[in-house]
């Protein structure tokens, strides 16, 4: 099938710490609570505690992001699937620091889908307001010293630095682009998660790799990619999905390893264990027919709660074609 249209935006954001800020393992918790908490409470008027019954809510860009309803139940791979997926992912830094001193950068990448990018001056604007609430424990604040868009050509600048001012001229990577001049025939491709991935059967998010097969991750890919597609693309809904043949590989290398953590939710008083898995994983066989998908399945994250960087991975090698990540990232 021809792979819908979807235009990828990805943004470069270095946050300039103003203290000294302590991080857990995974840095995309330290986003996870304040950005939701900081989008709602800057665009909400009403500030009224949930949207439920809220007479403004269809025109409410939080609502819009976090909340909204998928708007059809027929489509195969939308099935099980209640609320929109998030048009947003916010990658952090895959570093090993535990502490950043005061002056250092923290890095974040944001990637936003579509018709989604209109949006964008509200997500700068909320970046400026988390760096006045601060994060972490220590409630460290910060300055936005750049915030770029990344495209195939290089860099443009999207905040203006001193003036306030952001740009909206922004370039997309485009499917298109993501899967042009592959090799017809492949062998082997490796997959380097480099964020724990949240894998679901039947629902329940799988702990152990070897539960996890070409099968599993090409659909959640697919079907990921196609409903981004439906809701952000220009051409709405396509009804079927691929067909593959997943005698034609199999799992050669399978170094997965369980990732433990999880975080305290404040809106629903509990905590949630967000546990997954990192590591590689090698597909052998003829895996040219899903190398596309694949591809763009690492521009766009894969798995259970990616909005906040899980289920990120490269593309790093394959036994007749050296395949490396899109040159936006």
């Known amino acids: 099938?021809?792979?819908?249209?979807?235009?990828?935006?990805?943004?470069?954001?270095?946050?300039?710490?103003?203290?000294?800020?302590?991080?857990?393992?995974?840095?995309?918790?330290?986003?996870?609570?304040?950005?939701?908490?900081?989008?709602?409470?800057?665009?909400?008027?009403?500030?009224?505690?949930?949207?439920?019954?809220?007479?403004?809510?269809?025109?409410?860009?939080?609502?819009?992001?976090?909340?909204?309803?998928?708007?059809?139940?027929?489509?195969?791979?939308l099935r099980g699937i209640r609320k929109v997926p998030h048009p947003f992912v916010l990658n952090p830094p895959a570093d090993d620091r535990l502490r950043i001193s005061a002056g250092e950068i923290l890095e974040i990448e944001l990637v936003l889908f579509g018709s989604s990018v209109n949006l964008l001056p509200y997500y700068v604007y909320v970046f400026q307001n988390i760096g006045k609430t601060g994060l972490g424990f220590e409630k460290t604040g910060y300055t936005i010293e750049e915030f770029t868009n990344v495209h195939l050509d290089g860099e443009s600048k999207i905040l203006i630095p001193g003036s306030g001012d952001i740009s909206l001229k922004f370039?997309?990577?485009?499917?298109?682009?993501?899967?042009?001049?592959?090799?017809?025939?492949?062998?082997?491709?490796?997959?380097?998660?480099?964020?724990?991935?949240?894998?679901?059967?039947?629902?329940?998010?799988?702990?152990?790799?070897?539960k996890i097969t070409p099968k599993l991750v090409v659909l959640s890919t697919v079907r990921r990619y196609l409903a981004l597609a439906g809701l952000f693309g220009p051409d709405g809904f396509v009804e079927g999905q691929p067909d593959f043949h997943f005698n034609d590989f199999h799992i050669?290398?399978?170094?997965?390893?369980?990732?433990?953590?999880?975080?305290?939710?404040?809106?629903?008083?509990?905590?949630?264990?967000?546990?997954?898995?990192?590591?590689?994983?090698t597909i052998e066989g003829n895996v040219g027919r899903i190398l596309p998908w694949l591809l763009i399945g690492s521009q766009i994250n894969i798995g259970k709660n990616t909005a906040f960087g899980l289920g990120k991975f490269d593309i790093t090698k394959s036994q007749s074609h050296e395949v490396t990540e899109s040159p936006s990232n």
Not at 25 to 51: D, E, H, M
Not at 186 to 206: C, H, N
């Open 1 to 77: 099938m021809k792979y819908p249209d979807l235009d990828i935006y990805r943004f470069r954001i270095r946050l300039k710490l103003n203290g000294d800020l302590v991080t857990p393992r995974y840095k995309g918790s330290l986003l996870r609570g304040i950005f939701a908490w900081s989008f709602r409470n800057t665009v909400c008027v009403t500030k009224q505690p949930v949207c439920e019954g809220c007479m403004l809510k269809q025109d409410c860009s939080y609502f819009k992001i976090f909340e909204t309803e998928l708007p059809v139940s027929h489509i195969s791979y």
């Open 252 to 281: 050669s290398e399978n170094s997965l390893n369980y990732f433990e953590w999880g975080r305290y939710s404040n809106r629903q008083k509990t905590w949630l264990d967000m546990s997954g898995l990192t590591g590689s994983l």
């Open 171 to 210: 370039t997309p990577v485009k499917t298109s682009q993501i899967v042009e001049n592959l090799p017809e025939k492949m062998e082997k491709i490796t997959l380097d998660f480099v964020s724990p991935v949240r894998f679901q059967e039947e629902g329940k998010v799988i702990k152990q790799r070897d």
